[in-house]
């Protein structure tokens, strides 16, 4: 059974559009979709991730609908937005201790499990291995990534361990940078 499933899933309000998508990722598969623009590519990742409902058509994400379990969505899909995140040390501390909290994890294992991610990510700017390892400390099913940097692929396909990635992209070689399977304008082609 796919962890995500978007039938025909489309958002509109305003100017802000997304889809049709039509779309499965398995658990542990890395899929990526390029869409034509920034806007629609934040638009997809957050319908993935069950950030946004979608206006028409069906997404769900393992056998839950965001439209009526969203908190159960969020427990198995995490979310790292495209726009960076300003923390400092100190901050990063309370950041983590927040999630820790949110999700009601054990407090000792998840600081040693964001320890032991930081030193994985060694070498990738704060902003983006921040927001990444409070996502990952959650022991997600489905890393969602809203237009992540190309360079920095093997290093979060790495961290992300058996967890799904699926990730949406602006750029086709940015999408063939994370995923073997990545979607183009919604057509499957196999990189």
């Not at 779309?23 to 957050?46: K, Q």
């Not at 439209?67 to 969020?74: I, M």
């Not at 937005?81 to 923390?87: D, K, M, N, V």
Request: net charge positive.
């Amino acid at each position: 059974m796919p962890l995500l499933r978007m039938r025909e899933a489309t958002f509109g309000a305003g100017e802000a559009r997304a889809g049709p998508l039509t779309l499965d990722v398995e658990l542990g598969e890395r899929a990526a979709i390029h869409v034509a623009s920034a806007r629609e590519a934040a638009i997809v990742a957050a319908m993935a991730a069950a950030i946004v409902k979608v206006s028409s058509g069906c997404v769900l994400i393992g056998d839950y609908d965001p439209h009526v379990q969203s908190v159960a969505c969020k427990r198995i899909a995490a979310f790292v937005p495209h726009e960076s995140f300003a923390l400092n040390e100190s901050e990063f501390g309370r950041y983590i201790e927040y999630r820790t909290e949110l999700w009601k994890l054990e407090p000792r294992r998840t600081r040693a499990y964001a320890a032991e991610l930081r030193r994985r990510l060694a070498g990738m700017h704060e902003a983006l291995a921040y927001p990444l390892i409070g996502a990952l400390i959650g022991l997600p099913k489905l890393l969602v990534l809203d237009r992540p940097q190309p360079v920095y692929a093997p290093q979060i396909l790495a961290a992300a361990g058996p967890c799904a990635v699926f990730s949406t992209h602006d750029e086709a070689a940015a999408a063939r940078a994370f995923a073997p399977r990545t979607l183009h304008f919604l057509k499957a082609v196999e990189s």
